[in-house]
């Protein structure tokens, strides 16, 4: 079991910039390639970026491409997630999800390769 609690939420304005954190604990997380959703009011949760269990392969969403960077410090079984330059319509509640990986440079997209879910951070961003 793999427990994973999301951090750094808050209300900013437009341009702004913003560090979530994903903290693991349970099982070792370095056997977990990981992931960030996010879910506007009124929508479905979306995919925002993936991580491999190495940390060297990256996947993005195309609305924050250029905008938002993933990264894990191992030592510490923390993810994170470099938000910069925020907009209105990156408000959303930020879930961080693992999964089980095989492969050290495997990242997934799908909501349901994810084994594990944080219970979210709100991040609200006003114009």
């Known amino acids: 079991q793999v427990q994973l609690v999301e951090s750094g939420g808050g209300l900013l304005q437009a341009g702004g910039s913003l560090r979530l954190s994903c903290a693991a604990s349970g099982r070792t997380s370095t056997t977990y390639a990981m992931g960030w959703f996010r879910q506007a009011p009124g929508k479905e949760r979306d995919f925002v970026s993936a991580l491999s269990r190495s940390g060297g392969n990256t996947k993005y969403a195309d609305s924050v491409k250029g905008r938002f960077t993933i990264a894990r410090d191992n030592a510490k079984n923390t993810v994170y997630l470099q938000m910069n330059n925020l907009n209105p319509e990156d408000t959303a509640v930020y879930y961080c999800?693992?999964?089980?990986?095989?492969?050290?440079?495997?990242?997934?997209?799908?909501?349901?390769?994810?084994?594990?879910w944080g219970q979210g951070t709100q991040v609200t961003v006003s114009s």
């Open positions: 999800a693992a999964r089980r990986a095989y492969s050290d440079s495997s990242v997934s997209q799908g909501q349901s390769d994810y084994n594990y």
